[in-house]
């Protein structure tokens, strides 16, 4: 049984940054692929980003590129995401998902496992 738990949400104040994290347990992640996910109230969930455990590689939904970054350290089985430069528009709970069966997975369909979720609330 996979299991993920975000931590690291709060209240920020625009401009400021906050790194999220999302533990996970249950079995060996080599072949998984681990991504984040933001709903907003009233939106729906919205794809961020995901990180290829084996090997690191990244990619990013582009609206978030530049200012949003996730790394991942093995020995913590812990995944990360940093953004910088906060929004009020970034408030929103973050969610980390995981997943086995896809390569490039940008959907929440594509995600077998997720987290319960951490919000991000960012003042103006």
């Known amino acids: 049984q996979v299991q993920l738990v975000e931590s690291g949400g709060g209240l920020v104040q625009a401009g400021g940054s906050l790194r999220l994290s999302c533990v996970a347990s249950g079995r060996a992640f080599s072949t998984y692929v681990m991504g984040w996910f933001r709903q907003a109230p009233g939106k729906e969930r919205e794809f961020l980003g995901f990180i290829r455990w084996n090997g690191g590689t990244t990619v990013y939904v582009d609206s978030v590129k530049g200012r949003f970054t996730i790394s991942r350290d093995n020995t913590k089985n812990t995944m990360y995401l940093q953004i910088i430069s906060l929004k009020p528009e970034d408030t929103a709970v973050y969610y980390c998902?995981?997943?086995?069966?896809?390569?490039?997975?940008?959907?929440?369909?594509?995600?077998?496992?997720w987290g319960q979720g951490t919000q991000v609330t960012v003042s103006s």
């Open positions: 998902a995981a997943t086995p069966y896809y390569r490039t997975p940008k959907t929440e369909n594509e995600y077998a496992y």
